[in-house]
């Protein structure tokens, strides 16, 4: 299995830029083949360190994620995300 983690720190963070986010990243379910679980999470802590929000996509192997990557679907979100945040980190690994 790989996943793939991408926390996003938002450029004003507010509930309405929050939300958008969360739904901007909830319209990956179901609409990329290759994507096979997403968990979304929100910070609570607020710290300096903290990111505001975190995706976990999980893909059978690295094909998949490669997939995802260039999809139509996920195309559009990308473009979404980069107008809410002032950053973004990712990591990319293979787990049993």
């Known amino acids: 299995m790989v996943k ?14 929050l ?6 990243l909830n319209s990956l379910r179901g609409n990329i083949e ?5 968990e979304i999470g929100i910070d ?7 990111h505001d929000i975190v995706l ?3 893909f ?3 094909e998949g ?7 139509k679907n996920h195309l ?10 002032s950053s973004s980190i990712v990591v990319d690994y293979e787990s049993e």
């Open 65 to 71: 994620l490669k997939t995802y990557a260039a999809h």
């Open 56 to 58: 976990t996509a999980f």
């Open 34 to 38: 290759s994507l096979k679980f997403i």
């Open 44 to 50: 609570f802590l607020n710290s300096e360190r903290s």
């Open 19 to 24: 939300n958008q986010a969360v739904a901007t």
């Open 76 to 85: 559009p979100v990308v473009e979404k995300m980069r107008s809410l945040c």
């Open 4 to 17: 793939h983690i991408v926390m996003f720190k938002l450029a004003e963070k507010s509930t309405e830029n």
């Open 60 to 62: 059978n192997d690295r």
